[in-house]
């Protein structure tokens, strides 16, 4: 589960021997029906268009392709609880699927033949969390700001129709102020930009998203691009540092 | 509960004998100690200064003041799962507290001394709502746009980190383009507007809900105001109507 | 031209001897026709509401009423060069206009009759005011960040079709990190806080203009409110000021 | 003046004959000291990354390069009016800014020696202009929903600081609604998304100009691509289509 678009291809695709795809052009021009086609399965977080790439050397050398990155970080990865969110070849679906996908994953999902559709889907999903997120830290901050306990808003968050384990897991981060990275900061910011450009290129508008990645982008500047993203706090309430003794007490909960 | 300020502060305040306040004061010129003190317990959305001018006039008509409002609409009114977020006199908190907010709600905070804090609380609370519910639109925007199913998208969401109520329950609105109304778009505008007042009175900013406000403000125009909330997601999308044929295939999933 | 509302609607309105409508009323009473009435023409920049209220309270009292906000600070007011907005009795418009408006003013506008619509102009002027010098710090942040000088900016800007007074004046200002006060930023703010509301209230977004009053809020926060509003391009880096070891050479030019 | 990166990157490097490398190389190869080496000056608006790999390739076939993107539309570049943005080796600035350069536009900078700087610059220009036509719309949008003349408006804009040519030009176009394209919609859209980029690459937030991208997205998705980018103005008021008829007058002035 490669993070780089650049890494993932590189592996997939460069190398006269080294690489996937020369090892299915070796195993496919030894011969072999439909049914013996070596089968790639990439499970790393790229961009459509580079995961179309792989697809197509790795079909153009004879195999067949799914790709499948993941939603879920550490916790859920070590738990066999990731949600996966292939697109692809069915027949490698099926063949993942069962066993593979069901030991890594409470779910996974063949979203489409068409292979880019999974790594939509993914920026899909991480954009909503990058501006769910933000949301969140807006509301703390305004908490703090207006002298409010931070730790009321989030149990009364928990207790109502907002209430989702992110925001359980990544308070008590917020409200410490402390930031141990289960998914980095730069990468949601990346995965922001990501479906901002999906956004661009169909002509959907997505401002709330666009906002929200401009505080990445600050948080990012500010020297939290390795901390986990919930750090996208300190960006939110960052342009008060001055302010802070003179208009409001920021004494957190 | 009323839900507009000058209506809450009309019934508590105004009329020479029928208001609130006429009659915590007959009830006070009448004598009695702090123990008999009547008890207003306010339950209305309002800003937090128009519940600071109801507390005025029931302390100084000799009475005490709680503000009480709650977060959940219709559904979890009728199942007595509201949330409860009080402020003012704590004594009016405790005989409130029970029975009646325990048979009313599923858990109530004695959040401040200081009347104001709970209304601030709530709008910070449909603060981040109105900016969830955009995230989530644009979300299903992007999908639809993608030629993606927002029923998968969904699911998705249904199974990791931001699984929650809100979004189970308003998924088939948006999917449908239908919304009924629990809680009427105006209102999440009003309240985004004033989570935005609040931030300002305490030179905190929230871009992200700022961006949220103006797409609740550009579906209260197309006619939305009295839809539910999530007929945000028509201003989200509103604005390919005309491009639908030309540069994307609109039909959702 | 007094700066805040509630100073302007106490002049006209408060005090049973002192008040301008005190004085309208007691001439009205002395007899007189319509020639002869009592003209009155506030010059305050008030929200429209406001202006809405002083001017029924001048025509209640007997008197004609213009509101005629101005456009310009310090240095246009000195020479004359102001321009004024006016709405409300065409005739106190005509009377006011010449020698007045003339001297004071390089051109008057009479809006409309509406009282209030002067008001409303003002806040669109200066909603557009906030937003361009917003984008013109933005550009010059963007210029520091990429090792561009912030001079060569300036100037390309001066020689195209963005060339304007407001940039000619405030780039040394930017350039420098001095801020004198022309036009607070305290005022710009409102401003544009004013003029989202008054978007609200006829359902209008206006995004642009809500993504730079989050800037100008930021600034507020940092202590930035009564320096000049170009102050905000503070706001814009401020959130730099860590990385700036890091990321990038942000030494202005 | 190549409008597309591909296109420009193609015409300076595909082709073993007919591009401007292998003519460059050519004649590198027939010998020849510094002051004889071919000199090659793209005046295409690209990103820096590909006026970089030209710049590149130019030199290593033995040429001198420079960059020199222009700002300025048709009406300019017919008059010799534009402004030259010019980056890379400065014996080619001099040898190009006389004669050509002090033909074709008023000015012309050489920004740096660094290939690329002149890109950034290009894109830091338009991406202000992006943020002000934005910005200039929304305050049209407004005035024709709060019952102003627009132009009254634009009168107004043009007496005071924000006078630029700019706003008088396209004044018109917003007030009929009629978009001959100067400079397409879609060129502005690309030039914010280059220019947005480029702040990400460099940890700058610029979240006017993402609220202004935004609009102009929703203007090509509307079919406004090829329009002028003045057209911008009926994404802000499109979303109020429905609305027209039920909240406000929106016949313009």
Redesign the interface.
């Known amino acids: 589960m490669l993070a780089d678009p650049q890494a993932a291809l590189a592996a997939a695709t460069e190398g006269d021997e080294a690489s996937v795809v020369a090892g299915i052009r070796a195993s496919a021009s030894s011969g072999g029906n439909n049914d013996q086609k070596k089968m790639y399965v990439d499970m790393s977080t790229v961009d459509a268009e580079t995961s179309a790439k792989i697809g197509a050397a790795v079909t153009e050398a004879g195999g067949l392709f799914l790709e499948a990155p993941v ?2 970080s550490k916790g ?1 990865a070590q738990q066999g609880q990731l ?1 996966i ?1 292939a697109a692809g070849d069915k027949r490698v679906f099926e063949a993942a699927n069962d066993p593979y996908f069901s030991i890594m994953g ?2 996974a ?1 063949h ?2 033949d ?1 292979v880019g ?1 999974a790594a ?2 993914k920026l ?2 991480n ?3 990058g ?2 997120m ?3 830290c ?2 703390n ?3 703090q ?5 931070q730790t ?2 989030s ?3 928990s ?8 925001f359980a ?1 990544k308070a008590a981060s917020v409200q410490m102020g402390e930031y141990p990275p289960a998914f980095p900061l730069k990468h949601q ?1 990346k995965d922001l ?1 990501l ?1 901002l ?4 290129s ?14 990445y ?7 939290r691009a390795d901390d986990d993203f919930a750090a996208v706090y300190e ?9 802070a003794g ?3 007490k920021r004494v957190r909960a």
């Open positions: 939603s879920g859920p949600v969110m409470k779910r999902f979203l489409s068409e559709s939509k889907m899909i999903v954009g909503v969390m501006s769910m933000a949301a969140f807006e509301g901050a305004l908490a700001a207006t002298g409010l306990r009321d808003l149990e009364i968050l207790l109502g129709a907002m209430a989702c384990p992110m897991l910011q930009r479906a450009a999906l956004g661009d169909v002509g959907q508008p997505t401002p709330v998203a666009a906002a929200a990645n401009e505080l982008k600050a948080a990012r500047a500010q020297g960006a939110v309430v960052v342009s008060n540092a001055e302010g003179k208009d409001a």
